[in-house]
């Protein structure tokens, strides 16, 4: 069972007694900053030069430097550049201004699991992740709640590096909602299996094939885009607010009926059997490994992909389709 910390358990004081440098001012950069100052923290933001966020984190009343100069002034240094990045940001910029007793931050625990990151003894390791993107963490803060956070310590090097993050997860408005204590291993190995198998690649994959399949029986694109994946928000929807039993409850019962009886036939033993692998590939460091080297490769097969998918009948048959729907925001692309 989860250990859940709340704002009574955690010491705001002991993140308002620090100097926090967060590096990067993307999702979370700007959410985690924003809340931190307006927490009465002593906060100030590392950009390199020519950073497109710059303009943006300077309006917003905040002071950015560069990440060294970052590193140097702070002694909690939160790590939210993109993560095929962060161990070359780290190199040059962070590690040689980490003294004894200075805290590392990371919002994702990749480059400290598979040891792309590897920082000096004397320094507390810890993560502080909010479950959500960095849009919502800042609004929930600006309107009195909180996103659920995990937190964890790989290296508690004063021996009060859990209570820091701690602080820092109320700080961004965390205990408010619950945080949750993990470890770097679970919070990265559970990451990278979630988006892989379920969330992106499994959702995916599954909304194209259903989709082909009605398309070359001979059906309309436009009906099989509607069936295949705008319907699966509402069911989505359903089961965030109530599990699967709400989604059950509300949909008919042909529906539920299909429910038990097919979903067992796409989803098969095979493929259970396919998601432990994957999960192995990923505790093993494979998949990091591989994902580190297409990226410092120049991205040729991520393009690809891109490409083949971005081309595809399902996606310029939204395109034409979402126009109809007034409602749906299509403006963040
Ligand atoms: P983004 O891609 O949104 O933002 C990255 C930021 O880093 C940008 O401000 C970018 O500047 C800046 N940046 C790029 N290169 C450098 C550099 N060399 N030095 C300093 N800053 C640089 O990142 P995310 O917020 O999505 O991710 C940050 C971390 O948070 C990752 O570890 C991720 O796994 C984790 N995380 C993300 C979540 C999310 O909701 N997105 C959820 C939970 C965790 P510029 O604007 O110039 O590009
Ligand atoms: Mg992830
Ligand atoms: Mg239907």
Redesign the pocket.
């Known amino acids: 069972v989860a250990e859940l910390f709340y704002d009574a358990d955690a010491d705001l004081s002991i993140i308002q007694n620090r100097k926090v440098a967060v590096?990067?001012?993307?999702?979370?950069?700007h959410a985690h900053a924003l809340s931190l100052r307006d927490s009465g923290v002593d906060v100030r933001v590392?950009?390199?030069e020519?950073?497109?966020?710059?303009t943006k984190a300077e309006e917003q009343g905040l002071r950015v430097v560069t990440?060294a100069e970052a590193a140097a002034e702070a002694d909690v240094i939160m790590?939210?550049?993109?993560?095929p990045?962060?161990a070359q940001?780290y190199e040059e910029?962070i590690a040689p201004h980490l003294k004894d007793g200075d805290a590392l931050f990371?919002?994702?625990g990749?480059n400290i699991r598979f040891g792309f990151i590897k920082p000096p003894a004397g320094v507390d390791v810890a993560m502080v992740?909010?479950k959500?993107?960095?849009h919502l963490v800042r609004r929930q803060y600006e309107e009195g709640r909180g996103v659920p956070c995990i937190a964890a310590v790989e290296q508690d090097a004063t021996g009060k590096a859990f209570e820091l993050a701690l602080s820092y997860a109320k700080g961004i408005g965390g205990t408010r909602a619950g945080v949750i204590k993990t470890t770097f291993t679970e919070e990265t190995e559970t990451d990278l299996f979630g988006e892989q198998a379920v969330l992106c690649g499994g959702t995916a994959a599954l909304v194209k094939a259903g989709f082909e399949t009605l398309v070359e029986a001979g059906y309309q694109p436009e009906i099989a885009y509607f069936e295949c994946l705008h319907e699966l928000k509402l069911i989505v929807d359903l089961m965030y607010e109530g599990g699967l039993e709400k989604m059950r409850w509300s949909v008919s019962e042909t529906a539920e009926w299909g429910d038990y009886v097919t979903g067992p036939r796409i989803i098969t033993d095979q493929t259970k059997a396919e998601m432990k692998k994957v999960l192995a590939e990923i505790q093993d460091g494979t998949f990091a490994r591989t994902w580190m080297d297409e990226y410092h490769g120049g991205l040729k097969k991520y393009n690809e992909y891109k490409t083949q998918d971005e081309n595809h009948l399902l996606e310029s048959t939204g395109k034409e389709l979402r126009k109809l729907m007034s409602w749906v925001d299509d403006t963040d692309q």
Do not use: C, E, R, T
């Open positions: 590096i990067g001012y993307g999702s979370q950069g590392g950009l390199h020519g950073s497109k966020s710059k990440p790590i939210l550049v993109p993560d990045i962060q940001v910029s990371f919002g994702h990749l992740a909010p959500g993107p960095g």
